[in-house]
């Protein structure tokens, strides 16, 4: 059987609480006894019973993380980060996938089965920031992505200034013709999706600044799932109306590694002919051939920031809101003509 705290004092030659102010660091301890318990809780192998400590605290050691999709690498990816990054704060982590859908994510800011967890952290697509604003759940919450509600605390990556670095990057090549595979602004139902609009506001700086007019002829959207066939579909229509494209610029990596197949299928040669980015540095774009190029955001500080914020409002914290804009990479790979080794 486990060791209980009652053996641990007993070895110890300490009282029950004394054991209990060890396992919960209390700062008034000699050295001796502390000492003392810590080589007993060793010798016993002791194992605290988390989920009783946290009922004692009115806590479940459970938070939700809500996403729209896990059919996404860049979010699965995030996912895993998070619950590891959880993990270490004796945290268990519920998986919520909303599809983007308004009344979900309203469910989930609003503290669904809030009784049972601790916090929620949400990457929104659909509710509106007045909403958000308007919460009057108490669970604490953190939100990822853009401009989401000054209110809460979020975590969010720049998407104008990553836009910026990936057409920078082209145009570093001498690429003059650069085109998109990216995302609708407006979502199914009319919404605006602030990430695809600043990552187009990025692309149009980066030509601005090299003194380059913006084309609509050279942008593709691909609407609903990002999959293989509606992204040769993109490419199609691109290659159609700009065949003089150069380049490409692709919204997400998943974007880019169809890009590179359908491009590679039509007979054009990459980066030779069309050079490719994209973003997120999925583990796709390290193993498609030819390498993706792409902008890395940087998953483990998103990951870290969130689970961090999150811990402190659960163990109290009242200050302001707090917002953390994550840093990102630029890493080049065959796509834009670098070396496997880069």
Not at 11 to 39: C, F, M, Q, W
Not at 77 to 105: C, F, K, N, P, S
Not at 170 to 186: D, F, H, M, N, Y
Request: hydrophobic share 40%; aromatic share 4%.
């Amino acid at each position: 059987m486990s060791a209980t705290i009652k053996d641990v004092a007993r070895l110890a030659g300490v009282s029950i609480k004394t054991v209990s102010n060890v396992l919960n660091d209390y700062p008034h301890l000699t050295v001796e006894t502390k000492g003392k318990v810590e080589r007993a809780l060793a010798e016993l192998d002791y194992r605290p019973n988390l989920a009783a400590r946290n009922l004692r605290r009115g806590r479940t050691g459970m938070i939700a993380l809500a996403l729209p999709t896990f059919v996404s690498p860049y979010f699965a990816e995030l996912a895993d980060l998070i619950a590891r990054e959880a993990a270490g704060h004796d945290l268990t982590v519920l998986i919520e996938a909303t599809d983007g859908d308004l009344q979900r994510e309203r469910n989930v800011a609003e503290g669904f089965h809030s009784r049972f967890l601790d916090g929620v952290i949400l990457q929104p697509w659909s509710v509106s920031d007045r909403f958000l604003r308007a919460r009057t759940d108490q669970t604490p919450l953190v939100l990822l992505g853009e401009g989401r509600v000054r209110t809460a605390d979020g975590v969010a990556v720049d998407s104008r200034a990553v836009a910026t670095a990936a057409v920078d990057q082209l145009l570093g090549l001498g690429r003059r013709r650069i085109g998109v595979i990216g995302s609708p602004q407006q979502g199914a139902a009319g919404r605006q999706r602030l990430e695809p609009t600043r990552r187009y506001a990025g692309y149009r700086a980066a030509l601005e600044a090299a003194g380059l007019a913006y084309d609509e002829t050279l942008i593709s959207t691909v609407d609903g799932d990002h999959t293989p066939e509606r992204t040769a579909d993109a490419v199609a229509d691109l290659l159609a109306r700009a065949a003089d494209v150069d380049a490409i610029f692709c919204f997400n990596d998943r974007l880019g590694v169809a890009t590179i197949r359908a491009l590679t299928s039509r007979g054009v040669r990459v980066p030779d002919d069309v050079a490719v980015i994209g973003i997120d540095d999925i583990e796709a774009a390290r193993t498609i051939t030819p390498t993706l190029s792409t902008i890395a955001p940087d998953k483990a500080e998103i990951a870290r920031a969130a689970v961090r914020m999150l811990t402190e409002r659960i163990g109290g914290a009242t200050e302001p809101a707090r917002h953390v804009t994550a840093r990102f990479t630029v890493i080049t790979r065959e796509s834009t003509g670098a070396d496997q080794s880069t």
